[in-house]
């Protein structure tokens, strides 16, 4: 079983608290070292999201977030 681990702050918002980017980097570096870390890339804005549904079997996609 995989999970997923995101690190999140909105940069039109206030920037994380003190500290806080420093701690996400020494666990992201921790993760590493054990060979848990499996991929790692940053997603786009969410001006470019698409929201993505199956409903009676039809699959539909619509421009920005649901």
Request: charged share 20%; with cysteine; proline share 3%.
């Amino acid at each position: 079983m995989k999970f997923s681990l995101l690190y999140f702050y909105d940069p039109a918002q206030a920037a994380p608290a003190e500290g806080k980017f420093s701690d996400w980097l020494v666990l992201d570096a921790e993760i590493k070292e054990s060979c848990a870390h499996v991929y790692g890339a940053g997603f786009h804005q969410e001006s470019t999201a698409r929201t993505a549904s199956v409903r009676d079997g039809q699959t539909s996609a619509e421009g920005g977030v649901a």
